[in-house]
């Protein structure tokens, strides 16, 4: 799996956007981006995921650069609730092999 | 959509016993479960992967006489902390390939985990 590069930790105004930048200047092409989250004391969750078109769901957007090299997940207007540890992770879409988690972006939203 | 329920959420034990932790897939076969354990303000690591019917696969440093996982159905993985210590306390998750497949999968669901403090 490709190696990522997140800022250990962001600030953000509950109701603006949390842009959360992931570096991933090796990813292969078969490699997908995936973002989870995890808030204190819980397990992750899914967030997202996609190979090179941006994407959007119902919890956040995701912008993938033209050459995959970084890309931004993006909550549009960020709760309390957003405040956890962000996880990108870059790997192929490969049956019952393990996730293998970085050390992320912890998230704060100030009210 | 997918849920392991993970038990118990927290757990206090004595120092040499040992503690036992269930994970089990709610609607979904899982036929594999990859077990992590996280120390305060760390990443998840993984420690061992399970697979129904057959021995877990541990990772390198993790004793599997210590860190006993069970995996017999398709719905039920366990992890047994043996003889714990202080050192073993840490947040324990499972999880589970849980997705549709294919190349647009994302099926990974994760336990709530297990905070395991032992005194």
């Known amino acids: 799996d490709a190696k990522t590069t997140q800022p250990p930790s962001m600030d953000c105004a509950e109701g603006r956007a949390a842009n959360l930048p992931c570096n991933h200047s090796?990813?292969?092409?078969?490699?997908?981006v995936y973002w989870y989250r995890q808030i204190h004391s819980q397990g992750p969750q899914y967030i997202i995921h996609g190979l090179k078109n941006n994407e959007t769901n119902e919890m956040a957007s995701l912008i993938i650069t033209e050459d995959r090299k970084s890309s931004t997940l993006i909550l549009p207007h960020a709760t309390l609730r957003d405040t956890a540890v962000y996880y990108c992770?870059?790997?192929?879409?490969?049956?019952?092999?393990?996730?293998?988690f970085g050390k992320g972006t912890r998230l704060s939203v100030i009210a | 959509g997918a849920v392991v329920s993970q038990h118990p959420s927290w757990v206090i034990c004595k120092s040499g016993t040992s503690v036992k932790i269930e994970c089990r897939s709610l609607d979904f076969q899982a036929t594999t479960m990859f077990w992590y354990r996280q120390f305060p303000k760390q990443s998840l690591m993984l420690m061992a992967t399970?697979?129904?019917?057959?021995?877990?696969?541990?990772e390198q440093g993790v004793e599997k006489d210590k860190f006993l996982i069970n995996h017999a159905s398709l719905t039920l993985s366990t992890l047994t902390v043996t003889s714990a210590h202080p050192e073993d306390s840490s947040f324990y998750i499972c999880?589970?390939?849980?997705?549709?497949?294919?190349?647009?999968?994302?099926?990974?669901?994760f336990g709530s985990g297990t905070r395991l403090t032992v005194v």
């Open positions: 992770i870059v790997r192929a879409p490969l049956g019952n092999t393990p996730l293998v």
């Open positions: 399970s697979n129904e019917g057959s021995k877990a696969t541990y």
């Open positions: 090796t990813i292969s092409g078969n490699e997908y």
């Open positions: 999880s589970a390939p849980s997705g549709r497949g294919g190349l647009n999968s994302y099926g990974y669901t």
